[in-house]
């Protein structure tokens, strides 16, 4: 069992940064590819962005190439989100996943954190 939980969301302007994060617990975190999804109001639930377990590959929704960067240290068993040149359409609940697996995949995650908002005003 995987415990995933989210911090950092909040309320940003357009154009501004936040970063999220999400720590994991119960597992070795090392073995799995972790994920950020999103969704918005009215919504379904999307993929942001992935990572290895080694750190060294990334993969990204074509909405956030560029501007949200992902990353990972697995001493501290901790997942990272940078969202720069946030925008309205950014403004959803983002969630931390877990899979135990070596590919990059957007989908089927076993493992969920219970989500942290970051509101984009205009």
């Known amino acids: 069992q995987v415990q995933l939980v989210e911090s950092g969301g909040g309320l940003v302007q357009a154009g501004g940064s936040l970063s999220v994060s999400c720590a994991a617990s119960?597992?070795?975190?090392?073995?799995?590819?972790m994920a950020w999804f999103r969704q918005a109001p009215g919504k379904e639930r999307e993929f942001v962005a992935a990572i290895h377990w080694t750190g060294q590959s990334t993969r990204y929704a074509d909405a956030v190439t560029g501007r949200f960067t992902i990353s990972r240290d697995n001493a501290k068993n901790t997942v990272y989100l940078q969202l720069n040149s946030l925008k309205p359409d950014d403004t959803a609940v983002y969630f931390c996943?877990?899979?135990?697996?070596?590919?990059?995949?957007?989908?089927?995650?076993?493992?969920w954190g219970q989500g942290t908002q970051v509101t984009v005003s205009s």
């Open positions: 119960g597992r070795t975190f090392s073995n799995y590819v």
């Open positions: 996943a877990a899979k135990q697996t070596s590919v990059l995949s957007t989908t089927a995650y076993k493992y």
